[in-house]
């Protein structure tokens, strides 16, 4: 069927709402409409070509993918070179710039545009009568790669320039570049595919722009900004380049929205600062500032020496990526037992400080990364972020290079070290033993729901142990008066109340006491099913895997941690230390597992007026339910009590039976 006039108009006007949505979006920051009705625009758009293929336009916005990837890119020579700028390193070489740029121009202060140094890559985009024909690579700044395919597919080059002041030729230049969120991205789909994630953004950005399959490059979150122009016919741009720069956007070109003109090089030394600061929080990676005298008439009586301009530089930032030597790999306990591989590495300067050591987080990643004793590796430091290796340069890797393999005991205590099913981090085993836990591990004891040791806080347990007076939590119940009134706000009086609450502390129940050893992911919950399913110390201490796991809510992970734990010798003897101190408790009796409200699980909400959230958990817990904190599918019954919240919405939405105090009073005093 041959297309009317209306359905040819039609079309015409749909590519150019389009592209000028488009533009809105990129190049002015300021979208006209919802993406709702852009998707409506395109989706028209897309049927009304499908319908009429004879009207498919190589300028339209739904070709910017091509069907067919290229054997080879092919070469683009340049009409005007793309050339490269000087490097200011310090404040020192910024000034000599500026030095010769006033002697040469025979002025006191000069006008310069600044903007930021993009770390991507350098681009050019050709466009005749407003459409876009070709755009090639830097290359060696005399010949380009024609990646015109590729940057079709990028959404913020606009395929058609807009206004009606538009050169018949102009080449506009820019940098390609990765934001990080696209970049983070990318590299966490890279991973979950199995692939090898890219090193840095810019690595990503050029890496996707030299697909030879412009369907890859249009999957890659790809953008551009730009920062000048080269040829140009049949118009003359304004005489400054901020002027130039202010028509390339208007033209619907994106450019930096951080640009300044800054009078003398003082100002341009505060704009370097004040962009060093923000660094960091820009949505994409730069590594310095370029500046360039502004006006044109200056910059052709600058000139140009060998392949660089004179009017323009770039005064770098402190390198983020540096490339070193690993010298070797510690594992570390952190203060909650997890081992951590530290990579000590041949020190090297980064981001600013000299760097000899990196996280390298957990095994996991060592075996991502196939990083070997001995091999180059890339450092990557951005602002306050601890250092972390990127990537190893496997073409560099040594004979002999030694692979690093986890540790089997506590490079601190020489207890056990455990990985949990299901989880990255190695774990010491020995939490109520080991030295660098052992402050959590006290702290953790003396809390409220543990043993509620009255008036040790944790600034009094840092003391005790700063000056080796506790060594585990069995020292505690050794502590004199004369000890303690020597401490840091720590009068006699304090002193003999501490004693007193220590002594009040040794009536306690199983439950308490096993949840004071703080054995990981055993909770106050689980610490009750233990008492009331085992009823004694012993019992618990002796138990393997598969009895452990018939005790309800207790799974592999938490049976495996409770074995593990009370594998360690050194646990063991803090805690027959506890019992020898004088800890006692009243034998649980062993419970049927069929305890009235076996099974069930709650959660509780808003305020009661009959008794504390607390006081309703402890009372639930007794009678052998589960408490969570949120709701969930498993969830049996929502107890709601004043301002709810909206934990009851949810509970209604997954058919959750809702109590209210009444009917929880009433539910209890039956059982």
Known sequence: MKPSEKI?????????????????YYAFDDPEVPDVEYDRLMHELQALEKKYPELIDPGSPTQRVGSKPLEAFGQVTHSIPMLSLA?????????????????????????????????????????????????????????????????????????????????????????????????????????????????????????????????????????????????????????????????????????????????????CLRYYTEMAERRDSLPYEI???????????????????????RWAIAQKFPAQEEMTRLLAVDFQVGRTGAVTPVARLEPVAVGGVVVSNASLHNMDEIKRLDIRIGDTVILRRAGDVIPQIVSVVTSLRPTGAKKITAPLRCPVCQSDVIRPEGQAALRCSGGLYCEAQ????????????????????DRLVEQLINESLVHDPADLYSLKKEQLSTLERM??????????????????????????????????????????HLGALDAIMKADEDTLIGI???????????????????????????????????????????????????????????????????????LGAKVTGSVSAKTDYLIAGENPGSKVEKARQLGVSILDEAEFLKLIQTH
């Open 8 to 24: 040819i108009k039609k079309i015409k006007l749909l590519r150019e709402q389009i592209n000028h949505h488009n533009i809105r």
């Open 287 to 309: 590594d310095g500032i370029v500046f360039k005298v502004d006006s044109i008439e200056q910059q052709e009586k600058l000139g140009f020496v060998s392949r660089a301009p």
């Open 87 to 267: 490097n200011a390193m310090n404040e020192e070489e910024l000034r000599e710039f500026d030095k010769r740029v006033r002697q040469t121009l025979s002025i006191d202060k000069v006008n310069y545009a600044a903007e930021p140094k993009l770390d991507g890559l350098a681009v050019s985009l050709r466009y005749e009568k407003g459409q876009l024909v070709k755009a090639a690579t830097r290359g060696d700044g005399h010949v380009g790669e024609d990646i015109t395919q590729n940057i079709r597919t990028i959404p913020s080059i606009p395929l058609q320039l807009i206004g009606n002041d538009i050169p018949a030729v102009i080449e506009v230049r820019g940098e390609v570049f990765m934001p990080k969120e696209g970049f983070e991205r990318l590299n966490r789909k890279v991973v979950e595919e199995g692939g090898k994630a890219f090193a840095n953004p810019r690595n990503a950005a050029a890496g996707s722009l030299r697909q030879l399959d412009p369907r890859v490059t249009a999957s890659r979150p790809l953008e551009m900004i730009c920062y000048g122009a080269g040829e140009v016919k049949g118009q003359k741009l304004p005489a400054y380049y901020s002027k130039i720069m202010d028509k390339i956007r208007l033209l619907g070109l994106r450019v930096s929205p951080e640009r300044s003109v800054l009078t003398g090089v003082d100002e």
């Open 491 to 532: 009068g006699e009086k304090s002193a003999i109340n501490l004693i007193n609450a220590l002594q009040k502390s040794k009536q306690t129940t199983l439950q308490k006491f096993i949840y004071s050893l703080g054995i990981r992911e055993v909770g106050e919950s689980t610490a009750r099913s233990l008492a009331q």
């Open 438 to 457: 052992r402050k959590e591990a006290i702290k953790h004891f003396a809390s409220r729901k543990a043993m509620d040791i009255e008036g040790l806080g």
């Open 552 to 622: 309800p809510d207790i799974g592999p992970v938490v049976a495996a941690n409770i074995v593990s734990f009370f594998k360690q010798k050194h646990n063991v003897d803090v805690v027959k230390k506890l019992i020898e101190r004088g800890l006692v408790w009243k034998e649980e009796q062993q419970e049927s597992r069929s305890m009235p409200l076996t099974g069930n699980t709650f959660v509780i909400t808003g305020t009661l007026s009959e008794m504390t959230r607390t006081e309703a958990k402890d009372t639930l817990l007794q």
